[in-house]
């Protein structure tokens, strides 16, 4: 079975900060890899996924992700965030070949200060 | 285009009553999935049903859940004899098979 750690529940930044969110899964296949954001009272919205080829992701509203397999990361980072990026972000896991089924994480509340 | 509509956007039912939730999915989509966000439990699977396949329904939580997909296209699920614990905001996605689920906007379900 697979499963999702986002290690951070919430986290507060200043507005221009730069941002990291922190994502680790667990798995005995290989998986795929999304971030979904999902602003209040809203559905989920792809950010970004990982298939294959290089390991440096880029997404929509400037993020950008990088996966790593010997430690199972796929942390989710932004160099300079806007108020508007304030929202929760999922991380997910699919495995390859496997059930269609996303495995998501917790979610971590990301609040940006002016 | 138009992405994936759900309706009611809000259900407020007393316990024990049955519930019917609609999905439709984005055209040309042939997967589609439900998933249950609620606050103990976060973002659960739920049921994947895959053009004329059987529908994989192993995150289903009880038998009083089920769901159909008719015609290939629309969703319902139904929540019979509901539990003040089946109380959530239930989400269906759509995709091309294996890749992208794009979703909905859910419907909050409220157990009185």
């Known amino acids: 079975a697979q499963s999702v750690t986002q290690l951070d529940s919430q986290v507060p930044v200043f507005e221009e900060a730069p941002v990291e969110l922190r994502c680790n899964y667990s798995?005995?296949?290989?998986?795929?890899l999304f971030w979904y954001v999902q602003y209040p009272n809203q559905g989920l919205q792809l950010l970004l996924k990982y298939l294959s080829g290089s390991t440096l992701v880029k997404g929509i509203n400037g993020f950008e992700a990088e996966f790593n397999k010997s430690q199972t990361s796929f942390h989710l980072r932004k160099p300079s965030v806007h108020i508007s990026d304030t929202a929760e972000y999922f991380c997910a896991v699919k495995t390859q070949g496997g059930s269609e089924k996303l495995v998501f994480g917790k979610g971590t509340k990301l609040t940006v200060n002016p | 285009g138009a992405g994936v509509s759900q309706s009611p956007s809000n259900k407020v039912t007393e316990k024990g009553k049955d519930v019917e939730l609609r999905c439709d999915p984005i055209?040309?989509?042939?997967?589609l999935y439900w998933y249950r966000q609620s606050l103990g439990q976060g973002l659960e699977f739920l049921i994947y049903?895959?053009?004329?396949?059987?529908?994989?329904k192993s995150g289903l939580p009880s038998d009083r859940f089920s769901a159909e997909r008719t015609g290939g296209s629309v969703s319902t699920l139904t929540i019979q004899r509901t539990q003040q614990e089946d109380s959530a905001v239930y989400l269906c996605?759509?995709?091309?098979?294996?890749?992208?689920?794009?979703f909905g906007p859910g419907t909050r379900l409220t157990v009185l």
């Open positions: 055209s040309g989509h042939t997967a």
């Open positions: 798995s005995s296949v290989s998986v795929y």
């Open positions: 996605a759509s995709s091309v098979v294996t890749d992208t689920q794009y």
């Open positions: 049903f895959q053009g004329n396949s059987a529908p994989d």
